[in-house]
C-alpha cells in the first residue's frame, strides 16, 4: 500500500501489506518531517455469496482504512451509490515563499521533458488548426460568411486550449507529489472541457467587474481565481463552486501568494536575458510554483 503523510501532505514511500497485522494499527515516521504516520489493515470482508479465502475479484486501487489522502474530498453515498463531491472546508494553511521556490526549482528535474513535449504537442495541433482554418476561410465566398466562418473557428481554437492549458497545470501538480508524468497528460483532461471553459468564462466576467470597480478587486480576483481549474479536475467541483474554494483559500494569504508569484515573475524575466535560454528551466519551474502551491494549499486526491 501507498504511504501518505498527514503533514507534508506527500506520499512518502510504500509498505507490504503482510508487515501491517490484521485488525490492529502500526505506524511509521515520516522520513522528511519525522511524524508518525498510522496504518491500519481491517480483515477482508466476505461479498454475500462468497466463501472467505475467494479469488479477490474486482479489487481496487483505493487506500486502505486509516490513509487519507490530503485535500480528498468527502463523497456522499446515493441511492444509487454514486458519490457526490461536497464542498471541501477552507483549508488552514501557511507556506514560505522561500521553501516554495527551492522545491520548484528542486522538481523541475524530471519534468521539463514532458512539460516542453506537451507544449510543443499542443503548439503543432495550433499551427495545424490554424493551416485548416485558413483553407476553410478561403473557400468561403463572400467577405462577410468568411470573417464569420474565421470568428467561429477562431472562438472553438480557444475553447479547446483550456482544457490542454489544464492538463499542463495537472502535470505540475502531479509532481509535486513524485505521481509519474508524461506529455501524453496534456491531453488528458478534455472531459472537463465544459466546466473548465464555464469556469472561465464567469472568472472573466468577475474579474473584468473588479478592474471596472478601481482596479483593485480586478488585481485581487484574478490571483484569487488561479487554482480553480486544478480544483474542478482534482477536487470534482462546480464551476462556480471551484471559484469560492479557491478564492477564499487564497485570501488566507493573498499577500504572500502574490509575493510569491511577484519573485516568481522576476525570476522568469531575468532569464529570459540570455537569448531566452534560461526559460527553458524558469518556464517549468513557473508551473512547479503552482503545483506545489496547491499540494500545500488542498493537497492532491487519488483522482488527479
Known sequence: ????????????????????????????KCPQCGEKIFLTRPAPEAAPGIKPGAAKAGATNQPPPGIEIPGRAKSA??????????????????FAIGAILKEAWQKTSGVKGPLWGGLLMVMLVVFGISIVMGL??????????????????????TIAMYPLMAGIMMI????AVDLPVNWKLTFGYFSFLLPIVISVFLTMIMTCLGFMLLIIPGIYL???????????????????????????????????????????????????????????????????????????????????
Not at 2 to 26: H, L, M, T, Y
Not at 77 to 94: H, I, K, L, N, V
Not at 172 to 175: A, D, E, T, W
Not at 264 to 288: C, D, E, K, N, R
Open 77 to 94: 453515498e446515493s441511492g444509487t451509490g454514486a458519490a457526490a463531491a461536497q464542498t471541501p472546508a477552507t483549508p488552514d494553511y501557511d
Open 222 to 304: 484574478s490571483l484569487a481565481y488561479m487554482l480553480t481549474i486544478p480544483l474542478i479536475i482534482d477536487k470534482g467541483l462546480g464551476p462556480w463552486q471551484a471559484m469560492e474554494v479557491s478564492r477564499k483559500a487564497i485570501s488566507k494569504h493573498w499577500f504572500k501568494v502574490f509575493g510569491l508569484y511577484f519573485i516568481m515573475a522576476l525570476i522568469y524575466m531575468v532569464s529570459m536575458i540570455p537569448l531566452g535560454l534560461g526559460v527553458i528551466w524558469t518556464m517549468p519551474m513557473f508551473i512547479m510554483v503552482t503545483g506545489v502551491l496547491y499540494r500545500e494549499i488542498f493537497g492532491v486526491s487519488e483522482q488527479a
Open 136 to 157: 476553410l476561410v478561403r473557400q468561403v465566398g463572400s467577405m462577410g460568411s468568411s470573417a464569420a466562418l474565421a470568428a467561429a473557428l477562431q472562438i472553438t481554437l
Open 172 to 175: 505540475g501538480i502531479r509532481r
Open 1 to 28: 500500500m501507498d504511504v501518505f503523510c498527514q503533514n507534508c501532505r506527500k506520499k512518502v514511500g510504500q509498505i507490504a501489506d503482510e508487515q501491517i497485522p490484521v485488525g490492529q494499527r502500526a505506524s511509521v
